[in-house]
Every structure is written in structure tokens, then in C-alpha cells.
């Protein structure tokens, strides 16, 4: 097994500058990515040869691995980046300006075009190639595991023929700082498939020791095959110039229409980019990096997820690590939709941006885990109440056991919006151990709105114990609370709440007398009594919610009472009767078809 591992972070002395062969050290960050890498081939497989470019920053890398696996290093200058000669820490941009010819020949033709003084892709290939062959029958022929750690120049040549890449999509395959390329060899040395590994999360190593040469049960590396009728008499010297130049033209004009204002022009080129499939990745990938935001990137993104694709997945998640908070919630929000395993999104609740971290949430309360309880009620103490809200909002969700301890220290929360979404989160969870402390908020809470949904969750609770609050707060006089405390009185039942939804049927407020009726039919068979005698009121209105709520009861005693309403001398207590018999027989006559088997 060959790995190609390019360096970590190195210290820029400025953003955009060409660096081949200009000897820079590893930054603080590329020293911090070697360690990474060394802790994963400490649990997973352990290289039996560490092969370095003889670079600074390779070397550095290098020995940082060797320190830890007990290796030794072999440094040689044939793995070295490509010499950029005249071209060598200048800027990316002046270049273009002032040989616009030569900067433009060399995204052309990158496997015969040379800077003054510098190497093509070629001179590369035919340098690193010979010691690369060597290196693969070394490791299949003794089954062991080397570690080679080049440049990106190196491994995007090594790969461009492996893969028998066009010429013209050269420089479209990004390389990641710090990422692993392993290569799986068969018996006589030849590369029959690969993999591609970003720097490991640290949090998501392996733990145990691993002592044979082998992949550790925990690691699972998800290999693509070559294609078989590329190079079937071994690795070539030369690039392989295979796609014209009619692709990269489709990729450039399907990228430009991405911006335009009519949304069925921009689905229509990312219909073209997704046939197009991996190729336009790196386009699109700058896309996303390219400021302001605007339609052309939100567009691309589209793009990435209708493609579905291990590497358009792999391109979104690299969207993670961005500076740019945009950028990192874009990915967020695409990585839902593509049904992205839980480690990305566990990773974002860390995230300096809020909307990040509220997109994290969202997406572990859509997937559902049970484990997920203490990450997302760590975010109960979140700077942003907007991501306190909905974590409360996820622990619901969740129906876990144990998250009334969490949503009952939510309640005491400064933001009314928590408080509210803590309360909607015990109901809809069903904690009822959460009873007392519910009491407590009907007594002291403010806020409109958390107080109608704490009175609603004691209702659907059916505590016998919220009466007295719950009346209490019927004398404060808002419409809307007193409405929705005579519904939680009808749900709770008991002779308190049937005297009190009687006098308030006798209310010249309509709307609180109507819902004391509907309450009072909630109760059912308790309240027929009441509502009988009701019958007689001197009121109109009183005796035609009377006559209401006895038909919603739908007992086949109430008909009877219902029957003599008929005869009373108001229009609108008799219109009522109609309506309430009418109701009872509709009832019967389902039941009745329901028995004989839906058979009239």
C-alpha cells in the first residue's frame, strides 16, 4: 500500500504567490496536522518506510510522523514540487497582467509549458515516476505499507495519469493541505484502486492500538477502483492529453450562466455542470470561495446537491472548514439535504456562527439519535437565544427520557422565546415529572405567549393540581388567556372547573361563552347534568349553547332533552336543536354502516 500524503500549512509570506520548490517551513496549523496524522497511523496502520521530498516543509512532516511511529526517514529530491524558476514568489496576479500569453499557456498545456528557468508537468513525471514504480513493487512484493510525503504538483501528476485524465482538467483537481491519498496495489505492483482522506478530526480518531500491519476494524476507507483500460502496461512517464477543449468551454459558460436572473436559465446550467460531473468541481468550488455572496453561488451549491456524488458530498463538507461564515452555512444547509452522516454536524455546534450552529441543530433533530441529548442541551446555554430556542426546541423532539432536567432549567431562561419553546417542548414530549415546575411558571410568567402554551400543556396534562392557578389567572381579564384557561378546565374536568365553565356560559362575552360551551362538551357525560338544567335559563343565547354542547356530548340520553328544545319559544334555541339532532343522527347512521361492514 502506497500513501500519498501532501505537507500541512506552511508559512505564506503572502496570499497568491507562486511556491514550488521556495523552501518554506510548516505553520503552527501544518505542525498541528502532522500530529493528527501520526495519532491516525498510530491506531489504524502503522508504514513500514517513510519517503520524503527533501523540501523543508515535507521533511518536517515527515519527522513529525517518524517521531511518533518509530520510523525512519529517506529524503529525496525527486519528490520535490515543481521548480516555477523565474516565477517563484510572484504574484499569481502580476503574472497574468504582465504575460498573459505564458500564464494562459500553462493552464493550456501544464505537461509541456515552462516558466524562464523552471519544469513542465512533464519534467515532474519523468523525474517521480521512475522512483515511484520502484516504491510500488517494493510494496507489493513484501506487503508493506510506505508513506510518501510530496507536494500537490507531485500527487496531481501521479494522479492525472493514474486516472487518465484530460490535459485541459490538469489543474481542476484540487489537492487539500494535509490530505492522504492511498493507493492500493495488487501482487506485481500495479495501482488497481485509491482513496482520498481530508486531515483527520482529532475527536473522531480511532482509540484503540493497532499492532499489525493492517486497517483497524475502525477504520473503513472508501475505495474507488481504476478504470481498467487506462494504461494497462503499468504508470506512464508522460501526461495523458485526453478531453478536448469543448469541455472545459461547456464548464466555463455553464459557470457564467449560474448568475443569471432568470432561475429556469440557471437550472438549465446546472443541468449541464452536473452531466459535466466531477470535472466542474473545482469551478465550482471556486465559485463558492468568490465574494459577495449572491444568485451565482447559491446557484453553484444547488449544483452540489443535485449531483449526489461521494465527491460532491466530500466538496460540500470541505465547505466546513471556510473562514467565511456564508460559505460554512451554505454547506451546512447542504449537507442536510444530503443526509450527511451525524460527525459533520456535531462538529458545527461548535461553529463561531449562530445560524451555523442552528443549522447543526436542526439537522441532529432530523436525524433523530437518542445520543444526541447532551450536545444539544449543552446549547442551552448558547450566547444566541435564537439557538437556545431551538435546541430547546430539538430535546422535544428527541421524547429522550432524561431531557425534562434540561427543559426545566430552560424555563428559567432570561428570553421569553426559550421559555416558550421549552414549555411547547414538555407537552410535546409528554414529561410530566416537569408537572410542579409548570405550576411554577403559570404563577410567575409574563410573557403572553409562554403563559397560553404553559396553560395549554397543564390542560393536555389533566393536573388536577393546576385548578387553582389556572382560576386564578381567569381573573385577570386578557380574552385570551381567560379562552384558553376554560379549555384546559374542560380537559381537566372535577366540580370547580364544571362551576366555573357554567357561569361563564352565562357570559355576555360570545366568545368566552362559546368556548365554556365546547369545554363543558369536552367534559362529556359529567356535565349533562348542568347542562339539562341549563335548558331552562331565562337567557336565549345561554339555552342554545346549552343545546350545542349537549349534542356534541353525542349521548343517546341527551337526544331526549334535545327533542323538547324543539319546542322552545326562541328561534335560535330551536334552530340549534335542528342542528344538534341532525348531528346525533349523522352519527348513527356512520356507526350503523361501520357494523354492518360498511354495507348501507
Known sequence: MICLLRHGEIEKPAHGLYIGQTDLPLSETGREQAQRWASFFTTSFRPDHIVSSDLLRTTETAHILASRLEVDVHSDPRFREIDLGEWEGVSMQHIKKTQFDAWSSRGDHPDTFRPPGGESFNDVAERVFPLFNALSVQSALKNETIVIVTHAGVIRTLFHSLLGLPISSFFVQRIPLAALYVLDADETGQIRRYSVLPCPDPEYLPKEHVEENTLSSTIRLPFTALPQNINPDGIPVRLVPRLDPELREVIEQSIERLGHPDMAERYL???????????????????????????????????LKRMENTNATFTIRRLMD????????????????????????????????????????????????????????????????????????????????SASKHLIDALQDEESRVRSMAIWSIRHAEQFDAIDDML?????????????????????????????????????????????????????????????????????????????????????????????????????????????????????????????????????????????????????????????????
Open 269 to 303: 446550467a446546472g443541468s449541464a455542470l452536473c452531466r459535466v460531473g466531477d470535472a466542474a468541481l473545482s469551478a465550482l468550488l471556486d465559485v463558492l470561495h468568490s465574494k459577495p455572496w449572491g444568485t451565482r453561488q447559491d446557484a453553484a451549491l444547488e449544483v
Open 322 to 401: 471556510s473562514k467565511d461564515d456564508r460559505i460554512r452555512l451554505g454547506g451546512i444547509k447542504a449537507l442536510r439535504r444530503l443526509s450527511e452522516t451525524p460527525e459533520a454536524f456535531l462538529k458545527a455546534l461548535q461553529d463561531s456562527n449562530w445560524e451555523v450552529r442552528q443549522q447543526a441543530v436542526f439537522a441532529l433533530s432530523d436525524i433523530g439519535r437518542q445520543d444526541f441529548l447532551e450536545p444539544i442541551a449543552a446549547l442551552l446555554r448558547d450566547e444566541h437565544y435564537i439557538v437556545r430556542s431551538n435546541a430547546a426546541n430539538a430535546l422535544g423532539r428527541l421524547r429522550h427520557p
Open 440 to 600: 411554577a411558571v403559570l404563577e410567575t410568567e409574563t410573557d403572553k405567549d409562554s403563559l397560553l402554551r404553559c396553560i395549554r400543556t397543564l390542560g393536555e396534562f389533566r393536573s388536577i393540581k393546576a385548578i387553582s392557578g389556572l382560576l386564578t389567572r381567569l381573573q385577570e381579564g386578557c380574552p385570551a388567556i381567560q379562552s384558553e384557561v376554560l379549555c384546559a378546565l374542560g380537559r381537566i374536568g372535577g366540580q370547580d372547573a364544571l362551576e366555573t365553565l357554567v357561569r361563564f356560559m352565562e357570559s355576555v362575552n360570545s366568545e368566552l361563552a362559546n368556548k365554556a360551551a365546547w369545554s363543558l362538551a369536552a367534559m362529556g357525560e359529567p356535565a349533562r347534568a348542568v347542562l339539562e338544567s341549563l335548558l331552562s335559563h331565562p337567557n336565549d343565547n345561554t339555552r342554545s349553547l346549552a343545546v350545542f354542547a349537549l349534542g356534541r356530548i353525542g349521548l343517546a340520553q341527551t337526544a331526549e332533552s334535545i327533542y323538547k328544545a324543539l319546542k322552545d319559544e326562541s328561534v335560535i334555541v330551536r334552530d340549534q336543536a335542528k342542528k344538534s339532532l341532525d348531528r346525533l343522527k349523522g352519527r348513527a347512521s356512520s356507526a350503523k354502516t361501520f357494523q354492518n361492514g360498511g354495507r348501507r
